[in-house]
């Protein structure tokens, strides 16, 4: 079908409007519906529907929209299963063997294909009885009934769908020899339309975005965040991820509406099933809502990417979320806590506690836009902040208890403590109790690099005459 045709002829030759206008039908169906709506002969012409899939692959590469690229190649695995499914057993098997991806035998009615194979085309499909210890392995042999290789294939051909190759050496040269230059030509001929899909994919993610409501995206963990971007990006998250989300979510009273709204922006999001879903582990339907899991969990499911310096400290996501509110605490409170984890008494300091707060007041978090810049040894001697660069000496991240006195329970509070240089001199810090700004500093001392802080010098009394001055940080200075 392909032979004599020339690129530039497939897309600007009227001869090829039909192909070109199928292209484009199959790509907004596929964004905005989930499904490919191309019908075959008599309607449209078979070489239109081949030529029309061949210059849709062009336009997504085009569109270099990853999400986009994303629902498409989950519809067109849909596409490709039902027709697949209409397929005879023996041709069932040469269509599979002829896409070159995995290799598979027919045998006694049953499929066969090596184990390597199988892990490989499996290897994102989490629910279920998808894991090998599962299907049971014959001498390196997996054997699949029709349906369950039906099913594998659409994950097959999604995952390849995914990965837009170069463009061929042909096409780089009647463009000049560049992948920009097939970008603009296409994107000239097809620019309202690109546009329009575009828009399609973000107008999904803004507005799931948008029903989150004030949920903080900053002071969510980074196994909330990660798996979030990924959804955002059109990835099918497996099970434990979506569970994870939505009893996160629900954890912190977003209501279900706002949950299922969320998961729209994954390539196979069907609404009913979604509804049912969320409304189940949240409670709505089954009266029992479902708690977070553990970070213990997270990791031995796989949806936690890797710990920072906070999660090491805390066992549970939403422990996080909470500790990273911290900020949110009033003047009179959060001065409580960051002296009584600078202090760091076991028994409850009353006349300590008493005593620094008369002095000092409360700590002041603000300041003035126009922070005079001086060094860190000029600084210590002022009673104003300072903008200052040094080097971070120390850090260590722990969790402070003590006993409050007439009631029975502990504080708990997870502080950051840290030192900063500036040539030989050091300095101590009052500790943290702010990880928005510890998780920054933390990072400063990883990689021995210069920051730049807002910082306030102020006097601690520990007892004992134990008067020392000390710097709280009060911000980061942000690079300009």
Not at 1 to 9: A, H, R, T, V
Not at 31 to 42: C, K, N, Q, R, T
Not at 118 to 146: D, P
Request: hydrophobic share 40%; glycine share 4%; aromatic share 8%.
């Amino acid at each position: 079908m392909l032979e004599g045709i020339d690129l530039q002829s497939l897309l600007e030759d009227y001869f090829y409007a039909e192909a070109r206008a199928l292209a484009i039908t199959r790509l907004e169906t596929s964004a905005s519906l989930g499904i490919i709506d191309v019908e075959g002969p008599p309607t449209n012409d078979e070489t239109d529907i081949v030529l029309g899939y061949l210059i849709s692959r062009l336009v997504l590469a085009a569109a270099d929209n990853q999400a986009l690229v994303n629902y498409v190649a989950l519809s067109e695995a849909l596409r490709a299963e039902r027709f697949l499914s209409s397929e005879t057993d023996e041709d069932l098997v040469n269509i599979v063997n002829n896409l070159g991806i995995i290799s598979v035998e027919f045998r006694n009615d049953i499929f066969n294909l090596n184990f390597i194979d199988y892990v490989k085309a499996a290897s994102k499909l989490r629910e279920g009885n998808w894991k090998l210890a599962n299907r049971g392995v014959s001498e390196g042999i997996v054997s699949l009934e029709r349906p369950v290789l039906i099913r594998l294939m659409r994950e097959v051909i999604r995952q390849h769908l995914e990965e837009l190759p170069e463009a061929p050496t042909e096409i780089k040269d009647q463009f000049e020899g560049t992948l920009d230059d097939l970008k603009s030509k296409i994107s000239k001929t097809f620019t309202e339309r690109i546009g329009g899909l575009n828009h399609v994919v973000n107008e999904r993610q803004a507005e799931a975005m948008k029903e989150l409501g004030r949920f903080d995206l900053a002071k969510a963990p980074p196994c909330f965040n990660l798996n979030l971007i990924d959804l955002q990006a059109g990835v099918n998250l497996p099970h434990p991820s979506r569970f994870f989300i939505t009893t996160f979510l629900s954890s912190l009273n977003q209501d279900s509406e706002s949950v299922m709204r969320l998961f729209a922006t994954a390539p196979d999001f069907k609404e009913s099933f979604t509804r049912y879903q969320v409304e189940h582990i949240s409670g709505k339907t089954s009266g029992t809502q479902y708690s977070a899991p553990k970070c213990d969990t997270l990791v031995s499911t796989g949806v936690c990417p890797g710990p920072n310096t906070l999660c090491r400290l805390i066992k549970h996501p939403l422990s996080y979320y909470r500790v990273m509110a911290e900020s949110e605490k009033s003047s009179t409170v959060r001065t409580e806590r960051i002296l009584l984890a600078t202090l760091n008494k076991e028994e409850y300091p009353s006349k300590l506690l008493e005593e620094n707060t008369e002095k000092i007041g409360k700590f002041d978090f603000s300041y003035p836009s126009n922070v005079a810049e001086r060094k860190a040894s000029a600084a210590i001697n002022e009673n104003e902040c300072s903008k200052i660069k040094a080097k971070i000496n120390y850090f260590r991240g722990n969790v402070y208890s003590v006993d409050l006195p007439n009631e029975e329970r502990k504080a708990w509070i997870t502080k950051a403590s840290f030192n900063l240089k500036e040539g030989n001199n050091e300095f101590e810090c009052i500790p943290l109790t702010d990880w928005k700004l510890a998780l920054s500093i933390e990072e400063a001392f990883r990689k021995s690099k210069d920051i730049d802080l807002i910082v306030k010098p102020y006097e601690i009394n520990f007892g004992d005459n134990d008067v020392r001055k000390l710097f709280l940080a009060v911000d980061l200075v942000e690079a300009s």
